[in-house]
């Protein structure tokens, strides 16, 4: 192998350097030089970009919140006012929707502008959805205020009426007690005869022929006059109705039935003081009569106008 013949000052032979090595490093370098100066161009953009990412989620959840407050005070104002909120239904279901928009908005694609313009009109439509809230509270208020007022009234009228009622009542039932006949004096006893055919009074079951009741009626303008039916009852000791027969001729109608009579007696009564005396016959002077005490009730007018009793032994 040949040998590179040394140089006359004894030092080694070095290559020389050729033109297109050094294009190769010039433009390394300017490669180098352009990156470095983007980097110095594009580190601030990116620096830039994400605080503008940033401030926008910023901005998001603002506004998110913004919505979540608005939508929780509206929920509100609903549950202080109660069922009264169901007449603003149409309105309530207005504001949901805008909600849910802007919410969809928020979610997505949004933009700022837009999405707080959205927010911005719904906040006026729960603020007048608040004051309608309060003209229909104050207008319901004033209408129950009426309300119980016209109820006291109405209250207060119906215990007038009610007190009047009791009133008229109360008089016709005087009035109507008023004008009823009344039997006075009222008295019974066992009736025997002599010999001669004189009355004598007797309280012998034994000797007893008939029964006399007599009584008093009083005067008493209010009664039309007229004729009057006078009846009288005479229960025995075992609660049998004395009758002068058997198989229900003898009865009247009182109070809105049949009851037996013992006797009747027609009178022409003229608002004048009347004395009258009814008889019962004994059917059979051979048989005693009961022992015992006897109830005699007087009924005039569908009315019981007087009573007594008497005993025989």
Same mark, same amino acid.
């Given at each position: 192998?040949?040998?590179?013949?040394?140089?006359? #000052?004894?030092?080694?032979?070095?290559? !020389? #350097?050729?033109?297109?090595?050094?294009?190769?490093?010039?433009?390394?370098?300017?490669?180098?030089?352009?990156?470095?100066?983007?980097?110095?161009?594009?580190?601030?953009?990116?620096? %830039? =970009?994400?605080?503008?990412?940033?401030?926008?989620?910023?901005?998001? *959840?603002?506004?998110?919140?913004?919505?979540?407050?608005?939508?929780?005070?509206?929920?509100?104002?609903?549950?202080? /006012?109660?069922?009264?909120?169901?007449?603003?239904?149409?309105?309530? $279901?207005?504001?949901?929707?805008?909600?849910? !928009?802007?919410?969809?908005?928020?979610? =997505?694609?949004?933009? +700022?502008?837009?999405? #707080?313009?959205?927010?911005?009109?719904?906040? &006026?439509?729960?603020?007048? =959805?608040?004051?309608?809230?309060?003209?229909?509270?104050?207008?319901?208020?004033?209408?129950?205020?009426? %309300?119980?007022?016209?109820?006291?009234?109405?209250?207060?009228?119906?215990?007038?009426?009610?007190?009047?009622?009791?009133?008229?009542?109360?008089?016709?039932?005087?009035?109507?007690?008023?004008?009823?006949? &009344?039997?006075?004096?009222?008295?019974?006893?066992?009736?025997? /005869?002599?010999? $001669?055919?004189?009355?004598?009074?007797?309280?012998?079951?034994?000797?007893?022929?008939?029964?006399?009741?007599?009584?008093?009626?009083?005067?008493?303008?209010?009664?039309?006059?007229?004729?009057?039916?006078?009846?009288?009852?005479?229960?025995?000791?075992? &609660?049998?109705?004395?009758?002068?027969?058997?198989?229900?001729? =003898?009865?009247?109608?009182?109070?809105?039935?049949?009851?037996?009579?013992?006797?009747?007696?027609?009178?022409?009564?003229? #608002?004048?003081?009347?004395?009258?005396?009814?008889?019962?016959?004994?059917?059979?002077?051979?048989?005693?009569?009961?022992?015992?005490? /006897? %109830?005699?009730?007087? +009924?005039?007018?569908?009315?019981?106008?007087?009573? *007594?009793?008497?005993?025989?032994?």
């Amino acid at each position: 192998m040949a040998q590179t013949p040394d140089k006359p #000052n004894g030092t080694v032979y070095q290559p !020389e #350097n050729k033109p297109g090595t050094k294009r190769w490093k010039i433009l390394a370098i300017l490669v180098l030089i352009v990156i470095v100066a983007l980097l110095i161009w594009f580190i601030p953009k990116m620096n %830039n =970009y994400n605080k503008m990412l940033k401030e926008k989620d910023i901005q998001r *959840t603002i506004l998110q919140y913004e919505l979540k407050d608005l939508m929780a005070a509206h929920d509100s104002v609903k549950m202080e /006012y109660g069922t009264l909120s169901d007449s603003l239904a149409i309105k309530d $279901s207005i504001i949901k929707a805008n909600a849910k !928009e802007i919410q969809q908005l928020l979610n =997505y694609k949004w933009e +700022y502008r837009k999405v #707080n313009k959205k927010l911005g009109l719904l906040r &006026k439509i729960t603020q007048g =959805y608040v004051h309608q809230m309060d003209s229909l509270f104050t207008v319901n208020r004033e209408l129950k205020e009426e %309300n119980e007022k016209i109820r006291q009234q109405f209250s207060r009228e119906q215990n007038i009426t009610r007190e009047l009622t009791i009133e008229k009542e109360e008089l016709i039932d005087k009035v109507t007690q008023a004008a009823v006949l &009344k039997a006075y004096n009222v008295s019974a006893k066992g009736i025997r /005869y002599t010999g $001669s055919g004189r009355e004598r009074e007797t309280d012998k079951a034994k000797k007893i022929e008939r029964v006399k009741v007599c009584f008093s009626l009083g005067e008493n303008n209010l009664i039309e006059p007229g004729i009057k039916i006078i009846y009288i009852r005479i229960v025995r000791p075992d &609660k049998v109705v004395v009758t002068q027969k058997i198989g229900g001729a =003898y009865t009247f109608e009182y109070q809105g039935k049949q009851m037996e009579y013992t006797s009747k007696k027609e009178i022409n009564y003229q #608002n004048t003081e009347a004395n009258i005396c009814l008889f019962w016959t004994k059917k059979s002077k051979e048989d005693p009569a009961m022992v015992g005490t /006897y %109830n005699v009730t007087v +009924y005039a007018d569908n009315f019981e106008i007087g009573k *007594t009793s008497f005993d025989l032994k």
